[in-house]
């Protein structure tokens, strides 16, 4: 679990909400203080709601900097879920209040950030702390969204699944049709728009 490399040190980028119908894509950015490491990190998925609030709390108190940012439902739309996931990360990269020697994103796809070396990790949430760190930010940030969207639209419960393609979702949808934060280039939202 490196917080630094011999360069310096590293930001660790992830993001959360690629798969879900509804919201926008978020991405958080983290650089950890190497001498206040924050013990038990991991992959957001791993964790209970409760630890990730008690780490969300850890990581914004004793990060050296640490951000989020998103992609919107018209951007996603626009360039697709992939680019604007990748926006998203760059968002967050080009806000932290300290510039990092290299930036570690989870997954195997690198966002172009102009003048940053950047490191692509398969499974980089499990194994790199500042990784597991901007999951964890990006995951809270984007759950307490489709808690708002829930009180917005309520009749397609969000709050519950999230805003993720489940049976009740894709129910929901059929029922009520289409919202403004639903994404349009998704197939089971292109599919309730094309028969309605």
Known sequence: MNYQSDGGLIAGVDEAGRGPLAGSVVAAAVILDPHNPIEGLTD???????????????????????????????????????????????????????RPYKVQVDGNHEPEISGYEVEAIVKGDL??????????????????????????????????????PTKLHRELLIEHGVSPVHRRSFRPVREVLVNT
């Not at 194994?127 to 759950?143: F, G, H, P, V």
């Not at 009749?155 to 805003?163: I, N, R, S, T, V």
């Open 44 to 98: 957001s998925k791993k964790l209970s709601e409760k630890k990730r609030i008690l780490f969300e709390q850890a990581i914004q108190k004793n990060a050296l900097s640490w951000s989020v940012a998103e992609a919107t439902v018209e951007e996603i739309d626009e360039i697709n879920i992939l680019q604007a996931s990748m926006l998203a990360m760059k968002r967050a990269v080009l806000s932290l209040s300290i």
């Open 127 to 164: 194994t790199e702390a500042c990784i597991s760190a901007a999951s964890i930010l990006a995951k809270q940030y984007r759950d307490r969204q489709m808690m708002e969207l829930d009180r917005l639209y309520p009749q397609y419960q969000l709050a519950k699944h999230k805003g993720y």
